[in-house]
């Protein structure tokens, strides 16, 4: 995933700025970058990698430097960013956020003639925000190129454009699948994915783009460039899981959606009789807490307790490390037992999804071996079986990497991969055998996922503008 912030004003917006993108560390663990536009320096630019540390400890000194009353930065799971360009449409810097799916058919149709170039990484793959320039500057004005890119790109595209001047020009990606928000104070605008990031800085709520829109900023006033468009489909992992609890997106909060989002799991339980017999409910940390919360609140004389917490002072984030052992070994030192709420203790267990399933064996092992007498899961969304092609969330090399997917094949072959929809509805008896078959590899004495319509429902939103792919397989 990723995350971008940029701000525009009569003053220096250098802290704003700075700030403004810590508050989407949540969204990225690998590049980071910071631009700014002064009348007088011009551009000033940074980028770092943050692997192994926070946002923050790599570029609080450089911010000291810098200077400017307009400017914007990224977190990035992709490619360094922001970009400096320079074309004939002028000096610019280029930040994105999305996936570019069909990116060797593009270098292939426009830019496979002599004098076309790109700097290749290491293994060979290109900078999908150089590549996004590229299919800008094809065309004769930035807006132009925008809408241009964002026709040709298979998969989505957020922009946000730092221009020779300090304007800000941004664009949420045409199907609206992550949010682009302006927010205003006395001085100036800011452009943000998260709300809470520019909340925090003094600013209030103004506007939200709509899917494909486009809007130039100043100090003094925002106008939209191109309309937005008709159809949208927002990711619904916002709310689930990467979205931060504080959030607002199309005017449903996220805290608020997990709440219900577990009480509607714990009604369908005690409707249908399928509640198992247990001490507590407990939520894995930190997404799976308010699921749980919710579900806890509607069950008559189950409480909700915190049977283990994370150590993160020196591992904020389990997913930096870049080798899958070494990230297992973390999630596991961060898991700090509470011994008395573990031992001889019946415990429904709730994460916000079930992706892979590496790391949650392991909390269930960690569990058992900490004296627990039986572990039930529960997850707070439906059973993931399509690699996400829009975003960095849920993406794999093999669809075979995601845990549902892996087990329908060890139990019917290549035929169960005809029947998907089958497995993914508990209702059936191969969605009834792909619960089983799960729980018995992971060790859960019983397991249950959230079913589709009732995960729309505490969403709250119009179901034909969310995003389900990841689950259905469909667009």
């Not at 298979?154 to 609206?176: C, F, N, Q």
């Not at 898991?335 to 064996?361: H, M």
């Not at 139990?411 to 089983?436: F, M, N, P, S, V």
């Amino acid at each position: 995933m990723g995350g971008f912030f940029g701000a525009v004003s009569h003053h220096d917006v250098v802290l704003d700025t700075f700030f403004g993108v810590d508050y989407h560390s949540h969204l990225g663990t690998k590049q980071a970058g910071l631009c700014y536009f002064d009348d007088v320096v011009g551009f000033q630019r940074q980028i770092h990698h943050i692997n192994n540390s926070p946002f923050r400890t790599k570029f609080e000194n450089d911010v000291q430097k810098y200077t400017g009353n307009s400017g914007i930065g990224c977190i990035s799971d992709a490619d360094p960013q922001p970009l400096l360009v320079r074309s004939h449409l002028g000096l610019y810097a280029i930040s994105t956020v999305g996936a570019i799916n069909n990116a060797d058919e593009l270098i292939r149709t426009y830019f496979s003639d002599q004098g076309h170039q790109f700097m290749a990484k290491s293994n060979g793959d290109i900078n999908m925000t150089e590549l996004t320039a590229a299919l800008i500057n094809k065309e004769n004005d930035i807006v132009s190129g925008i809408r241009s890119a964002q026709e040709k790109i298979e998969g989505s595209m957020m922009i946000l454009i730092l221009l020779e001047g300090g304007a800000l020009i941004t664009a949420r990606d045409r199907m609206g699948r992550c949010p682009v928000l302006i927010g205003k104070n006395d001085d100036g605008y800011c452009v943000s994915f998260e709300s809470f990031a520019y909340q925090k800085l003094g600013y209030h709520d103004e506007y939200e783009l709509g899917p494909g829109e486009i809007v130039k900023l100043t100090a003094d006033s925002y106008e939209t460039l191109s309309e937005r468009l008709s159809e949208m489909r927002i990711c619904a992992f916002l709310w689930s899981y990467y979205g931060y609890p504080n959030s607002t997106y199309e005017g449903s909060n996220v805290e608020i959606m997990r709440y219900r989002n577990g009480e509607l799991m714990a009604e369908s339980e005690l409707k249908n009789g399928t509640l198992p017999d247990v001490d507590y409910v407990a939520g894995v940390p930190d997404s799976g807490v308010p699921h749980a919360i919710g579900y806890a609140n509607k069950l008559p004389g189950i409480p909700f307790a915190r049977p283990f917490v994370k150590y993160t002072p020196t591992w904020p984030r389990s997913f930096m490390p870049s080798n899958q052992a070494v990230r297992d070994q973390v999630a596991h030192m961060k898991q700090i037992p509470v011994t008395e709420l573990i031992k001889n203790k019946k415990i429904l267990l709730i994460d916000d999804s079930i992706v892979r399933g590496t790391q949650l064996r392991e909390t269930v092992d960690f569990l058992y071996e900490n004296g627990a007498a039986e572990v039930h899961m529960r997850s707070a969304c439906p059973p993931i079986m399509y690699s996400c092609k829009y975003l960095n969330f849920s993406r794999a090399n093999s669809e075979m990497d995601l845990l549902a997917r892996r087990m329908v094949q060890e139990i019917e072959g290549d035929e169960g991969q005809k029947h998907l929809e089958e497995y993914a509805d508990a209702r059936t008896e191969r969605g009834k055998c792909l619960l089983h078959t799960i729980a018995e590899k992971l060790g859960f004495a019983s397991l249950g996922y959230q079913n589709l319509d009732q995960l729309l429902e505490a969403i709250g939103i119009d179901r034909s503008q969310v995003c389900t792919y990841c689950w259905t397989g469909k667009e």
